[in-house]
């Protein structure tokens, strides 16, 4: 789910000369590949199934209580397949997101095979790229039903249900030769498609439909209503063909390789043939080295994003439970299961997940499958209060009557350093206040899933997120290029109306104790010659965030802060308003709406309400005045295209300059009376509360607080 670009385009031309090495070999083997095999693993091929259950787990579902039950929901499932049999594409399958309305990005709708309807404004498709498209739907929905059928038969031996799987697999391995050489979903062909495939335009869609398909023959293959010959027609043109495609241009830790060594091992366990097995554990790129390279030590995937991590999770655990069934133990692999458990310190109080880069608005039940696995296999009580978070039945359920509730997430401040993200967290339960700070890893290029954030922040309290980072919109909207990976859509500094420069940064200190936890960063190549530093001091009552920058020239410095919330306005007198020219046409800023330009005398408080109805919380922000600072309010774009997200923004023409600001977190009242920014090298900040005033000194390795 990568994204093309000139690099990109760069890359898979080498992968392609690589690969011309590799096709010369004819057939491809992996025999002579596995040379890495020192653990020497060596699969069990016993009798089918050994799939997606063994013939031993068969038998022990059958004598459970309420297996009567899961058979007749299977055979029902199944039914209805044979019912209304699936339509069987001919022809190769495109791209999913291709399947959208060219002008506003909503899904369709079939009316026909060539006729295709935009539910939103009405226009009808028939292109070929559209129709194509379908057929991958189509190819997608006929081997998830190719397993629903397979079930039908392991749990009732009607044979009747086998008929329906071989419909499905006989027409792919008739198919198969037929399908284009390689073609990717630019229409790139053979060589220079290294994305692409034969059934699909993805080999990534290959190897997620080998999975059920794989089930589903190995489910059905000991029933009489196989032939000798149809079973080695399937195996030999259609699965091996499957193999052959998958290996062609290895994507080393890339997330689409984990589902290749999944599919790999499906394959492998249906072909016996250990050395592909072997392989896609063992091999470059295969399970172990993605564990040991793709992720990090705080056991996120290294892209950074919860979807790609959960696109991961996935067939990971299809990948350890194909292994089990062949005699091989994965699942205790102790990288696999920090893996398993980084969702749970990774997300906000609430559970949902900031939307670091390429991310959809989530929270950590999208993992609860994984959470259910994990605690069938390994019975820690952990995984069980993950699954049954919230849900005192369920926890009774597992745990017996017995079980406290024990939060599953994280409460103490964290440095995710695989991904670079900071999160402060000070208090407990309802109350706890989380700040993320994105000063680390880029998450991939800028084709790739990062966004040009550097030193980002976003900010969770009182039950809600208030400082948003919006994800990604999604790829099939124009706003995900231009504006959801621009730097002037993030809460981080923008110089000269520019994105940033794709870096990692470095984090100068983070410190977390009684009631706050502190941390700066810096990042020096953002932009040439500029130098960025934020510091952030965190309480239950307040956040004191300060930027410095220092240029080699004199820029324009933007300091935007977006929130999804009513239109940010001032509490304090904060100049004329107007209507003020555009902030700037390109890279996000032409996306602004609504722009007034304010110019208050010192120090000025603005107001992020976070509702319309009386008694709504909302979000404070004291801003320390600079003469000739321009304040700009505005609205962005959310985590929708069409929501609205309100942004303050702070601009000045400066080579030297420093930015104060304290967000009030009481949320329905107020806790913060007034700041003052001490002039100094080091930032220097007296927050004025009720009864006390903490002053916040930091230095370049740590922070001191007197009151
Ligand atoms: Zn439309
Ligand atoms: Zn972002």
Redesign the pocket.
């Known amino acids: 789910m990568t994204l093309p670009s000139p690099a990109r385009r760069v890359a898979s031309l080498l992968l392609a000369l690589a690969a011309i090495a590799t096709l010369g070999r004819a057939p491809l083997a992996f025999a002579d590949e596995a040379k890495t095999d020192d653990a020497k693993l060596t699969p069990v091929f016993n009798p089918p199934p050994r799939l997606a259950i063994t013939a031993q787990e068969l038998t022990a579902r059958k004598a459970d209580a309420n297996f009567p039950a899961v058979r007749d929901a299977a055979a029902k499932a199944a039914d209805a397949l044979l019912a209304a049999p699936p339509a069987l594409p001919d022809g190769f399958g495109s791209w999913m997101f291709y399947y959208a309305?060219a002008?506003?990005g909503?899904g369709l709708h079939a009316v026909s095979p060539t006729e295709h309807k935009?539910p939103?404004?009405?226009?009808v498709f028939s292109d070929e790229r559209t129709v194509a498209a379908y057929r991958g739907i189509l190819h997608s929905a006929a081997d998830g039903a190719a397993r629903t059928l397979a079930w039908g038969y392991a749990y009732t031996g009607d044979d009747k249900y086998v008929e329906g799987v071989k419909r499905i697999l006989l027409k792919y391995a008739d198919d198969y030769a037929k399908y284009p050489e390689r073609i990717d979903r630019w229409g790139r062909r053979g060589l220079f498609a290294p994305l692409g495939g034969r059934r699909r335009v993805q080999s990534l869609e290959e190897a997620e439909g080998a999975m059920p398909l794989t089930q589903a023959y190995d489910l059905t293959r000991m029933s009489p209503a196989w032939k000798e010959t149809e079973k080695k027609h399937v195996e030999a043109d259609f699965f091996r063909a499957t193999a052959d495609t998958l290996r062609v241009f290895p994507m080393d830790i890339q997330n689409r390789q984990a589902w290749y060594n999944a599919a790999l091992v499906h394959i492998g366990s249906v072909l016996e043939d250990p050395a592909m097995v072997v392989h896609a554990i063992e091999g470059p790129g295969g399970f172990k080295d993605q564990l040991a390279r793709g992720v990090g030590d705080d056991g996120l995937w290294w892209e950074g994003t919860m979807a790609y991590q959960s696109y991961v999770v996935q067939p990971t655990i299809q990948l350890i439970d194909g292994a089990r069934r062949m005699g091989i133990a994965l699942q205790d692999n102790e990288r696999f299961k920090l893996f398993l458990t980084s969702p749970l310190r990774a997300a906000y109080p609430d559970g949902s997940f900031p939307c670091i880069n390429d991310s959809d608005p989530a929270n950590f039940h999208m993992f609860d499958y994984s959470y259910e696995w994990a605690w069938n296999v390994y019975k820690d009580p952990r995984f069980a209060q993950a699954l049954a978070w919230g849900k005192p039945d369920r926890l009774a359920a597992l745990l017996g009557p017995d079980a406290k509730p024990a939060s599953p997430l994280e409460s103490k401040s964290a440095d995710l350093t695989g991904i670079g993200v900071l999160y402060l967290r000070v208090g407990e339960g309802p109350d706890q206040v989380c700040a993320t700070f994105h000063y680390g890893d880029s998450g991939g290029d800028a084709s790739g899933h990062g966004h040009w954030d550097k030193l980002n922040l976003t900010l969770f309290a009182k039950g809600r997120e208030w400082l948003a980072d919006i994800g990604r919109i999604g790829y099939t909207h124009k706003e995900y290029k231009s504006w959801a990976k621009r730097t002037i859509a993030h809460n981080t500094i923008a110089i000269d109306q520019a994105d940033q420069t794709v870096n990692a940064g470095r984090l100068m200190f983070f410190k977390a104790g009684p009631g706050f936890a502190a941390a700066a960063a810096e990042s020096t190549k953002s932009y040439k010659g500029v130098t960025l530093r934020r510091y952030l001091y965190l309480t239950p009552d307040y956040l004191v965030d300060v930027f410095d920058v220092k240029a080699d020239r004199k820029v324009t410095i933007d300091l935007p802060a977006h929130a999804i919330t009513e239109p940010v306005m001032p509490l304090t007198a904060a100049g004329v308003s107007k209507m003020a020219p555009p902030l700037g046409t390109d890279n996000g800023y032409q996306h602004f709406t609504n722009v007034m330009g304010w110019s208050p005398t010192g120090n000025s408080t603005w107001n992020f309400d976070g509702g319309k109805a009386k008694g709504s919380p909302h979000l404070h922000v004291l801003l320390a005045g600079e003469p000739d600072e321009r304040i700009y309010t505005a609205i962005g774009i959310g985590y929708r295209a069409d929501e609205k997200a309100p942004t303050l923004i702070r601009r000045r023409e400066a080579t030297d300059t420093r930015f104060v600001a304290v967000y009030d977190l009481a949320a329905k009242s107020f806790a913060v009376r007034k700041i003052e920014a001490v002039p100094g090298a080091q930032p220097h900040v007296k927050v004025y509360l009720d009864k006390t005033t903490d002053d916040i000194n930091f230095g370049v390795d740590g922070v001191q607080v007197g009151h």
Do not use: E, I, L, S
């Open positions: 309305c002008d506003d909503t935009c939103k404004c009405g226009k």
